[in-house]
């Protein structure tokens, strides 16, 4: 991708899954990649699994604070920011009636709050420097409605019109885009499916699979690069067709 090499990136939630396979794109383009994650022992492994990482930086993007302190951690590592990944999210699958303050509190905090306490410190670093991209997970399943996520739903449905609303306020200077994923086989997909479930998820999807962690890494390499400079404000649904026809409504 053009525009890629020597580009200072922070990837949320970026020790596993899709912000792992994202960071390892980011690298084998050239750029400079930080890694923020909450957990330590992730971090290590990412560490040790990608030794041309500028660094990794331990943090709960649903704490205000600690993503402030954490992002200057960075500012010493990178001295600026060119591109955010804010990929950290959480889910937790049950029905909407046993859902507890707790949980949703949990959701919200990480999925939205994080969002957007991560991207404002961000986007204020972009503006002082002229320039930048910011790129948000969302999810299919804040444009459709699913079962046994409404706390998610809800979480990702916000971060979809939170990234509508910033590209509008931060334009020209700062590109904003969100990434809708479909079903991604990841970690955190897996611990929530059995293997008997998993077919029945691939029966809805007219590519006839789910979707692998390195090509959601590659949209976002794609929509950070300058052959996407005329891109902002939108939503990139990535999920093999799923909800083309509305078949994650059956």
């Known amino acids: 991708m053009r525009g890629l090499k020597d580009k200072r990136v922070l990837i949320t939630g970026g020790a596993r899954g899709i912000g792992a396979a994202t960071a390892t794109r980011f690298l084998e383009e050239e750029a400079c990649v930080v890694v923020l994650d909450i957990n330590d022992e992730t971090r290590q492994q990412i560490e040790e699994k990608l030794p041309a990482l500028s660094g990794t930086i331990g943090a709960d993007v649903s704490n205000y604070k600690a993503v402030a302190h954490a992002f200057e951690e960075l500012d010493n590592m990178l001295e600026g920011l060119d591109i955010l990944i804010n990929n950290a999210g959480i889910s937790i699958r049950h029905p909407f009636m046993e859902i507890t303050p707790e949980e949703w509190l949990s959701i919200m905090d990480v999925n939205l709050?994080?969002?957007?306490?991560?991207?404002?410190?961000?986007?204020r670093r972009m503006l002082e420097n002229g320039g930048g991209v910011i790129l948000n997970m969302g999810s299919t399943n804040g444009i459709m409605g699913y079962p046994y996520y409404a706390d998610y739903n809800a979480s990702k449905a916000g971060v979809i019109e939170l990234?509508?609303?910033?590209?509008l306020e931060l334009?020209?200077?700062v590109r904003v885009n969100v990434i809708c994923p479909g079903y991604i086989l990841t970690p955190m997909q897996e611990a929530e499916y059995t293997p008997d479930t998993l077919p029945e998820c691939e029966s809805k999807i007219p590519l006839g699979?789910?979707?692998q962690p390195e090509e959601v890494a590659s949209l976002f390499a794609f929509l950070a690069s300058d052959e996407a400079k005329f891109i902002t404000g939108q939503c990139f649904v990535i999920d093999g067709g799923?909800?083309?026809?509305?078949l994650a409504s059956r």
């Open 209 to 211: 699979r789910l979707g």
């Open 242 to 246: 799923e909800i083309a026809g509305g």
């Open 113 to 123: 709050n994080g969002m957007f306490f991560v991207a404002q410190q961000a986007a």
């Open 163 to 167: 990234t509508r609303s910033m590209a």
């Open 171 to 173: 334009a020209p200077t």
